[in-house]
C-alpha cells in the first residue's frame, strides 16, 4: 500500500504526530500499542479488566492535566541530578565525548528523517513559509535585542546571551503540529513551516548568534566552525544516505524516539555538570529566574500578538493564520540544547536555562489557546475535521488573540454533513 506524504512524514505518521499534543494540550487519551495490546490486557484474549481498565484510564487522565509536561519533567530530574551529582574528573571527560557523540547523533537523524525533495514541494505556500521564518529569525532576535534595556534591572547579564540565544533558534516542529492540528488549523503547511525553519536554524542560528552574542559569550569563528563540524556534517551526512537509512528509522520509529530523548538528556546532564564546576546556580538566585520568567512572557505575549496581527495583516485564512501563529511564535529545545553545548562550552549550563524556561511556558500557554480556537470552531459544518487546506467560507477574525468564530459557508451543507 502506497504512503502519500507531505514534507516527509507520512500521512498515517502524521495523524499520529498530530494526536501527539504535549502535556495539559492532549486532545484525549493515547492509544495502545497494537504489537502488545492495550495495558493490563489478558495476553490470551486481549481484553482489558475492569479494575485494570478504570485505572488506566484514571493514570491517562491525570498526565493529561499535569501543568508540566513530562518530557520537561525529566529534563528537570536531569538538571537536579547534575547538581546532586555532577560529573567530575574522568566521568566528566567521558561524559563529555559522550555528549558530543550524541550531538551528532541527533543531526544526522535529522538529516536523514527529512525528505528535502517533498518539502521543497511545499514551497507552493511560499508566503507562508516565508512569514514563519521572517518571525522565527528576524522579528524574534530584534526583540532580543531591544531587551538589552531590560539588563541588569530585569535580565541579569548572566542570562542575557541565553536570552538573545533563544531569540535566534529555529521553530518546534511536533509540537507546532499538535497545536495546529487541535486548533483546526493548516495541518500540512505546519509540517513544511516546521521543517524549513529547522533547516534554515542549522546555518542562521550559529550566524545569528555570532553576530549578535559575539565575544561577549565566547562566541567566534571557532564556534560557528564547530557547528558546521559537529552539526551541520551529520546532518548532510543523513541526507545522502536518506534513500537507505529513511526505511530503518521508519520500522524503528519509537525505538529513536527515545534515542533522540537520551540523546538530549544526556546533552543536559554533561552542560549543567560543567556549570556546576563553574558555579551557576551561586550566579542565579530565584528572584533572578522570577525575573526572566516575567521577560520571557512578555516576549511570548509580544510574538503570538506579532504573528497573529501579522498573519491577519497579509490577509491569511483562518487555518493559515493558526499555523504561523503556532509555528512563528515558538522555539525549539531540541536544537536549541546541542547547539548551545557547541556554541556555548562550559557555559551552556547558564546558556539553556532561558530556552528551558521559556519552552514549558510556551507549550502550556498555546495548549490554552489552541483548545479556545478549537471550540471556536464547528466540525458540523461540512468541513473536514482536519483543515490542510483553507477555506473560503472562513471568515478573517477581529481580535488580536481571537481568529474570529467559525461561520457556516456561503452555501449550507446538505443533511448528513457533506458538501454540496
Same mark, same amino acid.
Given at each position: 500500500m502506497t504512503v502519500s506524504t507531505v514534507c516527509g512524514?507520512?500521512?498515517?505518521?502524521? @495523524?499520529?504526530?498530530? #494526536?501527539?499534543?504535549?502535556?495539559?494540550?492532549?486532545a484525549g487519551p493515547a492509544a495502545a500499542d497494537p504489537s502488545t495490546g492495550p495495558a493490563g490486557a489478558d495476553p490470551s484474549t486481549g481484553r482489558v479488566g475492569g479494575p485494570v481498565r478504570g485505572f488506566a484510564a484514571a493514570i491517562r487522565?491525570?498526565?493529561?492535566?499535569?501543568? $508540566?509536561?513530562?518530557?520537561?519533567?525529566?529534563?528537570?530530574?536531569?538538571?537536579?541530578?547534575?547538581?546532586?551529582?555532577?560529573?567530575?574528573?574522568?566521568?566528566?571527560?567521558?561524559?563529555?565525548?559522550?555528549?558530543?557523540?550524541?550531538?551528532?547523533? /541527533? %543531526?544526522?537523524l535529522y538529516g536523514s528523517r527529512l525528505s528535502t525533495g517533498e518539502a521543497m514541494a511545499g514551497l507552493r505556500h511560499w508566503r507562508l513559509h516565508l512569514t514563519v521564518l521572517a518571525a522565527t529569525f528576524a522579528v524574534f532576535p530584534l526583540l532580543g535585542l531591544a531587551a538589552r534595556g531590560l539588563v541588569p534591572y530585569v535580565i541579569a547579564p548572566g542570562l542575557y546571551p541565553g536570552f538573545l540565544f533563544l531569540c535566534v533558534l529555529?521553530?518546534? &516542529?511536533?509540537?507546532?503540529?499538535?497545536?495546529?492540528?487541535?486548533?483546526?488549523?493548516?495541518?500540512?503547511?505546519?509540517?513544511?513551516?516546521?521543517?524549513?525553519?529547522?533547516?534554515?536554524?542549522? $546555518?542562521?542560528?550559529?550566524?545569528?548568534?555570532?553576530?549578535?552574542?559575539?565575544?561577549?559569550a565566547g562566541i567566534d569563528g571557532h564556534?560557528?566552525? #564547530? &557547528?558546521?563540524?559537529? !552539526?551541520l556534517?551529520? %546532518?548532510?551526512?543523513?541526507? !545522502? /544516505?536518506?534513500?537507505?537509512?529513511?526505511?530503518?528509522?521508519?520500522?524503528?520509529?519509537?525505538?529513536?524516539? %527515545?534515542?533522540?530523548?537520551?540523546?538530549?538528556?544526556?546533552?543536559?546532564?554533561?552542560?549543567?555538570s560543567a556549570g556546576m564546576a563553574e558555579g551557576i546556580w551561586h550566579q542565579v538566585p530565584v528572584p533572578r529566574l522570577l525575573e526572566l520568567l516575567a521577560a520571557e512572557a512578555v516576549l511570548l505575549a509580544l510574538m503570538l500578538s506579532a504573528t497573529a496581527y501579522g498573519a491577519r495583516t497579509l490577509g491569511f485564512g483562518r487555518a493559515d493564520r493558526i499555523t504561523v501563529v503556532f509555528a512563528g511564535s515558538k522555539k525549539s529545545l531540541?536544537?536549541?540544547?546541542?547547539?548551545?553545548?557547541?556554541?556555548? #562550552?562550559?557555559? @551552556?549550563?547558564?546558556?539553556?536555562?532561558?530556552?528551558?524556561?521559556?519552552?514549558?511556558?510556551?507549550?502550556?500557554v498555546c495548549a490554552v489557546i489552541a483548545k479556545r480556537w478549537a471550540r471556536q470552531a464547528e466540525p458540523s459544518v461540512g468541513l473536514p475535521d482536519e483543515r490542510h487546506r483553507d477555506d473560503p467560507g472562513l471568515p478573517s477574525g477581529p481580535g488580536q488573540f481571537d481568529l474570529g468564530p467559525?461561520?457556516?459557508?456561503?452555501?449550507? @451543507?446538505? @443533511?448528513g454533513g457533506a458538501r454540496r
Open positions: 512524514v507520512p500521512d498515517d505518521r502524521r @495523524a499520529g504526530q498530530a #494526536g501527539q499534543v504535549p502535556s495539559s494540550a492532549a487522565t491525570g498526565l493529561r492535566w499535569l501543568p $508540566v509536561d513530562p518530557y520537561i519533567a525529566a529534563l528537570l530530574g536531569t538538571v537536579l541530578l547534575a547538581a546532586l551529582l555532577p560529573a567530575t574528573g574522568g566521568g566528566a571527560r567521558v561524559a563529555g565525548g559522550a555528549s558530543d557523540t550524541a550531538v551528532g547523533l /541527533l %543531526f544526522f529555529p521553530s518546534t &516542529i511536533q509540537s507546532s503540529i499538535a497545536f495546529t492540528s487541535l486548533a483546526r488549523g493548516n495541518v500540512a503547511a505546519a509540517i513544511c513551516a516546521g521543517s524549513f525553519s529547522s533547516l534554515a536554524g542549522i $546555518v542562521l542560528t550559529p550566524l545569528l548568534a555570532a553576530l549578535l552574542i559575539g565575544g561577549g564556534a560557528v566552525t #564547530g &557547528i558546521a563540524l559537529q !552539526l556534517a551529520p %546532518f548532510l551526512a543523513g541526507q !545522502l /544516505l536518506r534513500r537507505w537509512t529513511a526505511p530503518l528509522l521508519a520500522r524503528h520509529r519509537r525505538a529513536l524516539g %527515545f534515542v533522540d530523548r537520551g540523546s538530549i538528556l544526556l546533552v543536559v546532564y554533561t552542560a549543567f531540541a536544537s536549541g540544547l546541542p547547539m548551545a553545548t557547541v556554541l556555548f #562550552g562550559s557555559g @551552556a549550563g547558564l546558556a539553556v536555562l532561558p530556552l528551558m524556561l521559556f519552552h514549558q511556558m510556551q507549550l502550556m467559525e461561520q457556516r459557508p456561503a452555501r449550507p @451543507a446538505p @443533511a
